[in-house]
């Protein structure tokens, strides 16, 4: 089974988001500055781990090469962490946009196909008891259509069918 992309975006996005309050606490010579950061390189290596990206070992290195300075000052452990914010933070921001931008034209996508419908009165939820079922049936009539098929074919082989269904969802749920 496909691992989510919307789940990993999320992911990926909520570990981007702690980044600057760390560097706040760095900027503000915190105390647990450095600590807060080993504990980010720590979830990030995890994170990384969990979807079996090699970009793990990156973000141990950099961990391990803060770990290796055990006799530095409070002042020179907080310089060294300091200077890794920057090429950790871009090894999963660069995942990050990847992933995204798949989401993102998916989202784009069946903007370009249900709006359109359910402006015109062809698609419309309202009154629908299992919007899952509902959801599900749409799918089934988009990849009938053989205009629509290939690039709902498209999208499904981007993000999986899974996904493409979440999509689906909140593309219909969200206001005109």
């Not at 919007?131 to 259509?145: F, K, S, V």
């Amino acid at each position: 089974m496909k691992t989510s992309s919307i789940d990993k975006r999320e992911s990926f996005s909520g570990l981007l988001m702690r980044v600057p309050q760390i560097v706040k606490l760095h900027l503000k010579r915190s105390p647990v500055a450095v600590s807060e950061w080993l504990v980010w390189l720590s979830d990030a290596e995890d994170l990384l781990q969990h979807y079996g990206r090699p970009e793990c070992a990156q973000i141990a290195g950099l961990r391990a090469s803060l770990a290796s300075n055990e006799k530095q000052s409070r002042q020179e452990k907080r310089e060294a962490a300091l200077s890794t914010v920057s090429p950790a933070q871009e090894v999963i921001y660069n995942i990050y946009a990847k992933v995204n931008v798949s989401v993102e034209n998916v989202y784009i996508l069946f903007r370009q196909i249900i709006v359109p419908m359910r402006t015109a009165g062809i698609i419309n939820i309202d009154g629908v008891d299992d919007l899952t079922a509902y959801i599900n049936e749409l799918m089934r009539q988009l990849l009938a259509n053989e205009q629509l098929s290939a690039s709902v074919n498209g999208a499904i082989a981007s993000v999986g069918r899974s996904d493409v269904l979440r999509i689906i969802a909140d593309v219909l749920t969200e206001e005109l």
